[in-house]
Nanobody, 126 residues
Framework: QFDLMESGGGSARSGGTMTLSCSGS??????????VTWFRQGAGKEREGLLC????????SYSDSVKDRFTISRGDAGNTIYLQMNNLKVDDTGVYFC?????????????????WGRGIPVTVSE
């Protein structure tokens, strides 16, 4: 069974930075050949798509709320996906999920992903 795993969450102060990582383990899926999208969900809020990186390295942004603050990138020969979060705000608090779409293309419909990580909490305080 293939699993996606997020790491790097925790607590930060407003204006601070944090980097989340997404990696996978198990058979049948190669992260480097897949598109990875980061989502988040704050308490009482709908799940929100943030950024996607395709297998070719193209980036799709789904949310204006993180524009110019969050970036997505690949490392480890494409097998780890990072979400760099700068100038954090209290409203960035939530559970962050990485997701995967095996055909390598960022989804037009955010429901079109095949795998979800378990999520990792991020708390930003004043």
């Amino acid at each position: 069974q293939f699993d996606l795993m997020e790491s790097g969450g925790g607590s930060a102060r407003s204006g601070g930075t944090m980097t989340l990582s997404c990696s996978g383990s198990g058979p049948g899926v190669t992260l480097a050949l897949s598109a990875v999208t980061w989502f988040r969900q704050g308490a009482g809020k709908e799940r929100e798509g943030l950024l996607c990186i395709s297998s070719a390295g193209y980036i799709t942004s789904y949310s204006d709320s993180v524009k110019d603050r969050f970036t997505i990138s690949r490392g480890d020969a494409g097998n780890t996906i990072y979400l760099q979060m700068n100038n954090l705000k209290v409203d960035d608090t939530g559970v962050y999920f990485c997701t995967l779409r095996m055909d390598g293309a960022c989804p037009m419909n955010l429901a079109d992903v095949q795998y979800w990580g378990r999520g990792i909490p991020v708390t930003v305080s004043e």
